[in-house]
Antibody
């Protein structure tokens, strides 16, 4: 059974940093592209970032480029999202997701989501 | 970025009704269109991928159609567990983008 479990969320002040983790099981993580998607409270879904299987190719939404970094540890079956210079508009539930086709995001499995709140 | 729109933004329907939701892309995306269902407090669940392919485990009352810029999600006979918000999403081009959602609630 595929499982994705996010952790590391919380409340922090604008300008702060946070690292989210997503622990994966039930599929071959080391050959899978992984993605992060977020959803602000009461709002829609927004794709944030993706990483290829070995972490050498990454892409970001313009809204987080230069502030967020996706990385992974295939030995631990874990993908990370390092978030720096956080802003109030980064407040959201963050989901990690696996794509059924890899690079192109078709999210067939999602984590339960983790809330990040940026507020003074 | 490719803009996705959905209509209606919300609808009220009864159990057993046939429900149709439309999604439009700001430029042609071929068949790179996916549909998700999301219930409150839960992660999205993939229903349809590549415009018309049913994801494994999804009931056959869900179907998708369309290509290019115009797409449709149809629920042939609405069930109590189908009351949720539905999102379309294009996987043609970077960045992947989602529609604003269609909330289906009980009439």
């Amino acid at each position: 059974e595929v499982q994705l479990v996010e952790s590391g969320g919380g409340l922090l002040q604008p300008g702060g940093s946070l690292r989210l983790s997503c622990s994966a099981s039930g599929f071959t993580f080391s050959t899978s592209w992984m993605h992060w998607v977020r959803q602000a409270p009461g709002k829609g879904l927004v794709w944030v970032s993706r990483s290829n299987a070995d972490g050498t190719t990454t892409h970001y939404a313009d809204s987080v480029k230069g502030r967020f970094t996706i990385s992974r540890d295939n030995a631990k079956n874990t993908v990370y999202l390092q978030m720096n210079s956080l802003r109030a508009e980064d407040t959201a539930v963050y989901y990690c997701a696996k794509s059924r086709v890899g690079y192109d995001f078709v999210g067939d499995y999602w984590g339960q989501g983790i809330l990040v709140t940026v507020s003074s | 970025d490719i803009q996705m729109t959905q209509s209606p933004s919300s609808l009220s329907a009864s159990v057993g009704d046939r429900v149709t939701i439309t999604c439009r892309a700001s430029q042609s995306i071929s068949n790179h269109l996916n549909w998700y269902q999301q219930k409150p407090g839960k992660a999205p669940n993939l229903l349809i991928y590549a415009a018309s392919s049913l994801q494994s485990g999804v009931p056959s009352r869900f179907s998708g159609s369309g290509s290019g810029t115009d797409f449709t999600l149809t629920i042939s006979s609405l069930q109590p567990e189908d009351f949720a918000t539905y999102y379309c999403q294009q996987s043609c081009c970077t960045p992947p983008t989602f529609g604003p959602g269609t909330k289906v609630d009980i009439k």
